[in-house]
């Protein structure tokens, strides 16, 4: 499975954002995916995750309420909604994928991608 995130940008704080996280591969449904951020200086962060069906999502305390995740098979993609942003909101997002089960866990991911700059001003 080959990932691909985009949808980053600048926004001022309060804005929305909506990441998009295209994928490869004709088995992607058996996927979950997580969307992971890594703020300047600091560790890579947990941030949602979503099931293969998409009936389960899963989220940081951080952004929950404020962040949706969903996905859409049939096109191999998954978004995360980000609503209301705030400045700690800020770093690079990447998206993850592994097989059956959804993980907070970035060492229990088997795919990556690139990441995307997400930069929310005050």
């Known amino acids: 499975v080959q990932l691909q995130a985009f949808g980053g940008g600048s926004v001022q704080a309060g804005a929305s954002l909506r990441l998009s996280c295209a994928a490869s591969g004709r088995t992607f449904s058996t996927y979950a995916v997580g969307w992971f951020r890594r703020a300047p200086g600091k560790d890579r962060e947990y941030t949602a995750a979503i099931s293969p069906g998409g009936s389960n999502t899963y989220y940081a305390d951080s952004v929950q309420g404020r962040f949706i995740i969903s996905r859409d098979n049939s096109k191999n993609t998954v978004y995360l909604q980000m609503n209301s942003l705030k400045p700690e909101d800020t770093g690079v997002y990447y998206c993850?994928?592994?097989?059956?089960?959804?993980?907070?866990?970035?060492?229990?991911?088997?795919?990556w991608g690139q990441g995307t700059q997400v930069t929310v001003s005050s």
């Open positions: 993850a994928s592994r097989r059956l089960l959804p993980s907070q866990a970035a060492d229990g991911y088997d795919y």
